[in-house]
């Protein structure tokens, strides 16, 4: 055998895909621990030009933009944040943990689709029984959806070659193998593979196509991250497990905006759009507790009322704890930092745990004000007044700074009938005119919002 196409093995880190000559126990580009596996990795192609002859290169300003078409699934939460429904010949990738409901997704919007185009939906994971079953849950049963259990790549290809559905599924890539890698499935170099061929399926036939796949937390299996570059649309499911809401977010998008979420309740039969996420998170609120704070967060275009909930308790012994869910633990840290050399609350001696009720994730700093006023109010032990809403950007210096988009977030609190907010003064000057049935207090540092109402 020749030097040159002798095969090549290398270590591949299985979360980032850094490869090197040898073993490494920790991943120089992504830092994680015992990543590496070793893969065999094809051949280079011989060096030279293709054999197609080169395409002519085109004006733009001949060309006529081609009306957008998009395939809507009827999910009126899925369509918002795919930027109005599938766009013909693409391929978008929908990840998340294991069992936090891809495959539901996928079904219930497959099922819709089908109702007017043939669907192939590949399950390499799961037998077609139990895919039945999940279907019978759903209610799913449209004329013209079909099943296939294969984990071959490239049966998968020929199949949908001669079948041409409008639409496939693949669920997950983790399980879909190339026999032209000797590579596990699930690897970086096989996942890397598959996406690519399902790429040029999804281009040279026009075939809408979605994947699922897992993301784990250690990044045991390649994760979808490696694929973010390769495919059109890349939408993230999460939630946590323990509570039904699940929100769907785009995480890329090249036929739309990043910004829109969708929110699913999971429920016995399968996914149900959340219309009014606010009312949901506020349902169990416990009106009249210290520490619980409302603030009006804003996902995208979408505002969204969430609770915080701060607990303050002297710390039994040695470095005190600080354990935030929901919320970034920098953010609080800074925000007590800010309390204590501001405002003067002795809170760096203090146990403090801090929660974002509802399994909701916020990174806005715009939820500031509300960390702030939640940390008082557990502290001092006294609950914020009732109907009252809180938002605004603190700096380091206790000043509250203004935040984007007001008038949407007033209005979805007077929506829920709220009846009091404190917001930057710098946002209260340049309101709109409207008659609210909301008082309206602007705060110029956290000082006099907390003085009014905790301190004195
Ligand atoms: P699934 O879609 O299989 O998750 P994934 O494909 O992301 O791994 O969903 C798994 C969870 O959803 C499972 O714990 C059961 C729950 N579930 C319901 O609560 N109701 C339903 O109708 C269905 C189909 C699933
Ligand atoms: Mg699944």
Not at 311 to 317: D, I, N, P, R
Request: hydrophobic share 40%; net charge neutral.
């Amino acid at each position: 055998m020749s030097g040159k196409n002798r095969e090549k093995f290398l270590f591949v880190c299985q979360s980032c895909g850094h490869q090197s000559p040898k073993w490494l126990g920790r991943c120089p580009n992504c830092d994680g621990w015992n990543s590496f596996a070793e893969e065999r990795v094809a051949p280079a192609a011989p060096a030279g030009r293709p054999g197609a002859p080169a395409a002519a290169p085109c004006q733009l300003r001949s060309l006529t933009a081609a009306r957008e078409t998009r395939f809507p699934c009827r999910i009126g939460e899925l369509d918002r944040v795919l930027g109005g429904g599938f766009v013909p010949g693409s391929l978008t990738l929908i990840g998340g943990d294991p069992g936090i409901g891809k495959s539901t997704l996928l079904l219930q919007c497959m099922d819709t689709l089908a109702e007017k185009a043939k669907v192939l939906y590949v399950t390499a994971e799961e037998s077609v029984q139990q895919v039945k079953l999940r279907a019978d849950r759903l209610g799913a049963d449209a004329e013209q959806l079909y099943l296939l259990a294969e984990t071959s790549m490239a049966r998968i290809v020929d199949t949908a070659r001669d079948w041409q559905p409008s639409f496939l599924v693949v669920d997950s890539i983790q399980t879909v193998y190339s026999h032209e890698l000797q590579s596990a499935p699930g690897t970086v170099s096989q996942v890397r593979e598959c996406c690519g061929k399902l790429m040029q399926l999804a281009k040279g036939e026009g075939i809408t196509t979605c994947i699922a796949g897992h993301v784990t937390k250690d990044g045991a299996i390649a994760g979808p991250r490696l694929l973010e570059h390769m495919v059109d649309t890349v939408l993230y499911f999460e939630g946590d497990p323990s509570y039904p809401y699940r929100i769907l977010r785009a995480v890329k998008n090249r036929f739309g905006s990043t910004n829109e979420i969708g929110v699913f309740e999971m429920a016995g039969s399968g996914l149900r759009e959340v219309a009014n996420p606010s009312e949901i998170f506020l349902q169990e609120r416990p009106e009249g507790a210290p520490g619980s704070i409302v603030i009006p967060s804003l996902e995208g275009s979408r505002p969204i009322l969430v609770e915080l909930q701060a607990l303050v308790s002297g710390a039994s012994f040695g470095t005190p704890q600080r354990s935030t869910i929901g919320i970034d633990h920098k953010r609080v840290s800074l925000l007590i930092a800010v309390l204590e050399k501001r405002v003067g609350l002795p809170l760096m001696g203090q146990d403090i745990f801090f929660n974002v009720a509802g399994g909701v994730r916020l990174d806005e700093p715009a939820a500031d004000l509300g960390v702030v006023a939640a940390l008082a109010s557990s502290h001092i032990n006294r609950p914020a007044p009732p109907r009252t809403l809180f938002f605004g950007e603190v700096g380091l210096t206790g000043e509250v700074r203004a935040v984007a988009r007001p008038d949407i977030r007033l209005n979805e609190a007077e929506r829920l009938g709220f009846r009091h907010c404190y917001l930057p003064a710098g946002n209260l000057k340049n309101l709109p005119e409207a008659s609210r049935s909301l008082q309206l207090t602007g705060v110029g540092s956290i000082a006099e919002v907390l003085e009014e109402l905790f301190l004195s």
